[in-house]
């Protein structure tokens, strides 16, 4: 079974531009969330869609992030414009519909803004 | 929200010894538990989980962790760790009725030959 793919695996930006992450999750997997962890961190839930439905993004900054799931399969996550402190590595995860206690992760987006 | 505290953050261990990373979280109420590792590069793999059941639980490595519900602890430990255990570990917790994850700042662990 493949796994969560995300693309591309590392960024590096200056300040201010636009950035956009990919993630295709685990075929089936209804759930698919995004997570930011910076450095010396633990991941942070940014948002969490079910199929093409926000479940979630309470902690998601939303004048500068945005995330879309068109087709209940894809997502996007972007970031416009980017600040020095958006520096993290995005890691996206997908679990089955109801299961939200088995999430697989992606091996994630290093993002570096100078 | 959940609070999840991993109070040591680097923890070096001679080969073959045992080690012990603790993990603490906030709320009485029902939760699922869950320890992550994460390998250089690479994304969080699932290392075992507490559901229900046994409290005692334990990965196909030779990690176990046991969840304590009055002490509000699931501390991981191995009897005898090897080289290829270096890693960041990640606790995490879900509530049952919930669906957000809250992960601590994890516990960098190194084994020395």
């Known amino acids: 079974e493949a796994g969560v793919a995300q693309s591309p695996r590392y960024k590096i930006i200056e300040k201010r531009q636009s950035v956009a992450f990919w993630c295709n999750p685990i075929?089936?997997?209804?759930?698919l969330y995004w997570y930011q962890q910076i450095l010396g961190q633990g991941p942070k839930l940014l948002i969490q869609?079910?199929?093409?439905?926000?479940?979630?993004d309470s902690q998601l900054p939303k004048d500068r992030f945005s995330a879309e799931r068109l087709k209940g399969v894809d997502s996007t996550l972007k970031i416009q414009p980017a600040k020095l402190e958006d520096s993290a590595v995005y890691l996206c995860?997908?679990?089955?519909?109801?299961?939200?206690?088995?999430?697989?992760f992606g091996p994630g987006t290093r993002l570096t803004v100078t | 929200a959940q609070s999840v505290t991993q109070l040591d953050s680097q923890v070096p261990v001679f080969e073959e010894a045992p080690v012990e990373l603790r993990c603490n979280y906030s709320?009485?109420?029902?939760?699922?538990l869950f320890w992550y590792v994460q390998y250089p590069n690479q994304g969080l793999q699932l290392l075992l989980k507490?559901?229900?059941?046994?409290?005692l639980v334990e990965s196909i490595n030779g990690f176990e962790a046991e969840f304590n519900k009055s002490q509000t602890s699931f501390h991981l430990r191995k009897p005898s760790v090897h080289i290829s255990d270096t890693a960041e570990y990640f606790c995490?917790?879900?509530?049952?009725?919930?669906?957000?994850?809250?992960f601590g700042t994890g516990t960098s662990l190194t084994v020395i030959p």
């Open positions: 507490y559901l229900s059941g046994s409290t």
């Open positions: 075929s089936g997997h209804a759930t």
């Open positions: 709320s009485s109420v029902s939760v699922y």
């Open positions: 995860a997908s679990s089955l519909w109801g299961i939200t206690y088995e999430q697989y």
């Open positions: 869609f079910q199929n093409n439905g926000v479940v979630d």
């Open positions: 995490a917790v879900s509530e049952t009725h919930g669906n957000q994850f809250y």
